[in-house]
């Protein structure tokens, strides 16, 4: 082979690695400072967001400005979740390798920002006049979570009272925002029971607590199809304490704060949860199978990521959210 021939071949092998190392330099402070990917293990945000759909997330517009309430954001969860992480993909599991170390074992949720420091929020029951507008065809568009439990139950008029009176619309500082008018939530966790989040971090020592609650939920089944109303065991508390390493999240993060003046009963028996500085709050449209932050708390302003930007994936349904 001649000496040119030799030259030539070897000047290309360079300029390809240099290329190759020069896109992942670049793809690599993309991922830190522009946008990343995300897959969506959980159905806490259908219909807007369906089951394992991929999703770019755009990273700069909150490094400038705060989102607003209502809007759909990706954030880090202040805790480690081990489930959600036994269901990431290996992409997924190393474009998390070029997270920041503070974040290292934890995964991003997607949920709708209900919450910003300063807010005091309600879940008020949205009564029985509701009910009575369903039956007569004058509401039409209710979620779908609630129009599974109207057609699970055949008619509004077999739904038990302890399921109705669950159902709530969203109150912030004494008012129903426009952007949370058609948004209903059912009354949950924190927003049944003040000493939720204890009872999660410390099930053992609020065992007597946890066995004389009012406090159940509501399951979808999605095997059986079946709606199952349960109150929750102490076996129950020690699972969600170990899955979300809850101890660990409570002691560093929730223990710093006044829960009690916080997060209170008032005169009309509602919790009152009022957001501290430095943090928000955070519900899925799906409430009947959304762990948000009715279900573990307030998640600290330097954990959100971005917004979601576009899904990617399945192509069928590529386009932006």
Same mark, same amino acid.
């Given at each position: 082979?001649?000496?040119?021939?030799?030259?030539?071949?070897?000047d290309e092998t360079l300029d390809w690695i %240099?290329?190759?190392?020069?896109?992942?330099?670049?793809?690599?402070?993309?991922?830190?400072?522009?946008?990343?990917?995300?897959?969506?293990?959980?159905?806490?945000?259908?219909?807007?967001?369906?089951?394992?759909?991929?999703?770019?997330?755009?990273?700069?517009?909150?490094?400038?400005?705060?989102?607003?309430?209502?809007?759909?954001?990706?954030?880090?969860?202040?805790?480690?979740?081990?489930?959600?992480?036994?269901?990431?993909?290996?992409?997924?599991?190393?474009?998390?390798?070029?997270?920041?170390?503070?974040?290292?074992?934890?995964?991003?949720?997607?949920?709708?920002?209900?919450?910003?420091?300063?807010?005091?929020?309600?879940?008020?029951?949205?009564?029985?006049?509701?009910?009575?507008?369903?039956?007569?065809?004058?509401?039409?568009?209710?979620?779908?979570?609630?129009?599974?439990?109207?057609? %699970?139950?055949?008619?509004?008029?077999?739904?038990?009272?302890?399921?109705?009176?669950?159902?709530?619309?969203?109150?912030?500082?004494?008012?129903?925002?426009?952007?949370?008018?058609?948004?209903?939530?059912?009354?949950?966790?924190?927003?049944?029971?003040?000493?939720?989040?204890?009872?999660?971090?410390?099930?053992?020592?609020?065992?007597?607590?946890?066995?004389?609650?009012?406090?159940?939920?509501?399951?979808?089944?999605?095997?059986?199809?079946?709606?199952?109303?349960?109150?929750?065991?102490?076996?129950?508390?020690?699972?969600?304490?170990?899955?979300?390493?809850?101890?660990?999240?409570?002691?560093?993060?929730?223990?710093?704060?006044?829960?009690?003046?916080?997060?209170?009963?008032?005169?009309?028996?509602?919790?009152?949860?009022?957001?501290?500085?430095?943090?928000?709050?955070?519900?899925?449209?799906?409430?009947?199978?959304?762990?948000?932050?009715?279900?573990?708390?307030?998640?600290?302003?330097?954990?959100?990521?971005?917004?979601?930007?576009?899904?990617?994936?399945?192509?069928?349904?590529?386009?932006?959210?």
């Amino acid at each position: 082979m001649k000496k040119a021939t030799k030259k030539k071949i070897k000047d290309e092998t360079l300029d390809w690695i %240099y290329a190759i190392i020069y896109a992942l330099i670049f793809g690599t402070i993309i991922r830190l400072y522009v946008f990343e990917t995300m897959m969506v293990p959980t159905p806490s945000m259908v219909p807007t967001i369906q089951v394992y759909d991929r999703l770019f997330v755009e990273k700069v517009t909150y490094e400038f400005a705060e989102p607003n309430r209502g809007s759909i954001v990706v954030f880090w969860t202040p805790f480690v979740d081990i489930r959600a992480q036994q269901q990431l993909r290996a992409f997924d599991r190393f474009m998390d390798f070029f997270a920041p170390a503070k974040f290292e074992g934890h995964v991003k949720y997607v949920k709708r920002l209900v919450g910003k420091p300063g807010d005091t929020l309600r879940l008020v029951p949205v009564g029985e006049t509701f009910w009575e507008d369903i039956k007569n065809g004058e509401i039409q568009n209710t979620p779908d979570w609630l129009n599974f439990i109207i057609n %699970y139950y055949e008619s509004v008029d077999y739904i038990p009272s302890q399921i109705k009176n669950k159902v709530s619309k969203l109150e912030i500082n004494g008012e129903i925002l426009p952007e949370f008018e058609n948004i209903y939530y059912l009354r949950d966790a924190i927003f049944e029971d003040p000493k939720f989040f204890d009872y999660i971090a410390y099930p053992d020592k609020y065992s007597y607590e946890i066995a004389t609650s009012d406090l159940f939920f509501m399951y979808k089944d999605n095997f059986t199809g079946r709606l199952i109303p349960a109150k929750p065991t102490i076996e129950w508390y020690k699972e969600m304490r170990d899955t979300l390493l809850f101890t660990d999240f409570y002691e560093n993060e929730l223990s710093k704060l006044d829960l009690p003046s916080l997060i209170f009963k008032d005169e009309e028996g509602l919790v009152n949860v009022k957001i501290p500085e430095g943090y928000y709050f955070f519900m899925g449209d799906n409430t009947l199978e959304s762990q948000d932050s009715r279900f573990f708390g307030f998640v600290p302003v330097e954990n959100v990521i971005g917004t979601t930007f576009l899904r990617i994936y399945p192509f069928d349904r590529f386009g932006k959210i």
